[in-house]
């Protein structure tokens, strides 16, 4: 950060950064908030049997309810005629209670970006982002209704933390734009889900329990779930090192993306208040932790800001923490330039800047790509979702 003008300087250097201010840290979400009702996307194959079997109906029927959602994306009771229709009100309602109502839904890019805000059963508002590209269809998911992290250049973050998401709450974000595809609703025509980030609101680390039962939802062959490939599916963090090591050690080959945003702990201590908990070293080290033992390499997200962490020594000294562990292919550079939020007092680094960062990293040998901001004219893209009605 820029240091105070000295006497002799006053005249000549520029005014003094003020310093960041940051909300506290929350981990946990409020206490006494009400649970969503449970659905089969919560559970496995054998919880979804015995909660039919509580509720006094046939356990054979959750495989049928199991398919109607995961494999042939039907919402409409009415379609599922294969179960009995003096029982088939009580079996959905059972299984398959509703989770979400959207509220609105913005489109850019002709129609093939569009992001929805959802209310939650307890008004608690989120919101996804289905983004269509030539080969291709992403969802960015939320997983959290707000976020505890408090980085002070990202909307959600600004917005604390209001509760985490139910498993089911974060896979039916996918499945509905699975079905949007599915019935040609979003320009392209029809199509299908192939990639989930968790890079909507929340820190996916911080609800990890339900965050890695929807990993394995989205993983698990028809009907038991989605059926998708594990390495298209990307978590991020901002760094909760010991979620990171737990991920390493769940054999789901998912990949690992970093938001680091700052090479020194003095900067990433304001802009990523995590660091605090967990230094640089410590959080690098978790991440090469993961490349080593998946073999999937990570990325590393760091948001461009003009003046604050887009300085050509910092690119030198990104390039050296990150060579420090090698240079076997283990991790690569995503460089997003920022998306302005109201009243952000930052901007998105000069072009110029930009281009040179990349060229330092790629001097010493670290592939670095700049992302494409899609979604920021609808306030869609990263660091913007807010979910406000």
Known sequence: MTEPNSPETKSTEPTPVEPIKTLPLVFDEPRGRKKPPRHLADLDEAGRKELLTEAGLPG???????????????????????????????????LLPNLMTPLRTLEADKGKTVKTLWKLFDGSLVESVLMRYPGRVTMCVSSQAGCGMACPFCATGQGGLQRNMSTA??????????????????????????????MGMGEPMANYKAMIAAVRRFVEPAP??????????????????????QL?????????????????????????????????????????NYASVTKRRVSIEYAMMRDINDQAWR?????????????????????????PTPGSKWTASDPEDEREFVRRLEAKGIPTTVRDTRGSDIDGACGQLAAVE
Request: no cysteine; hydrophobic share 45%.
């Open 224 to 245: 038991a779930g989605l059926g998708m490939s594990a390495r298209h599916i990307t978590v991020s963090t901002v760094g909760l090192v010991p979620r990171m090591l």
């Open 60 to 94: 054979f029927r959750a495989k049928q309810l199991s398919n109607h959602y995961f494999a042939r994306l039907v919402d409409d009771p009415a379609e599922m005629t294969d179960l009995p229709a003096g029982q088939r009100d009580e079996l959905v309602s059972t």
């Open 169 to 198: 709450e974060i896979v039916e974000q996918v499945v509905a734009g699975a079905r949007a595809l599915q019935r040609g609703e979003i320009a392209g025509g029809p199509g299908r889900v192939s990639n989930v980030v968790f």
């Open 248 to 288: 390493a050690e769940e054999g789901i080959p998912v990949t690992l993306a970093l938001s680091l945003h700052a090479p020194d702990d003095e900067l990433r201590n304001e802009l990523v208040p995590i660091n605090t908990r967990f230094s640089v070293a410590e959080t690098v080290a978790a991440a090469w």
């Open 315 to 339: 690119a030198d000294l990104l390039g050296d923490v990150l060579n420090s562990y090698g240079d076997w292919g283990w991790v690569h550079v995503n460089l997003i330039p920022l998306n």
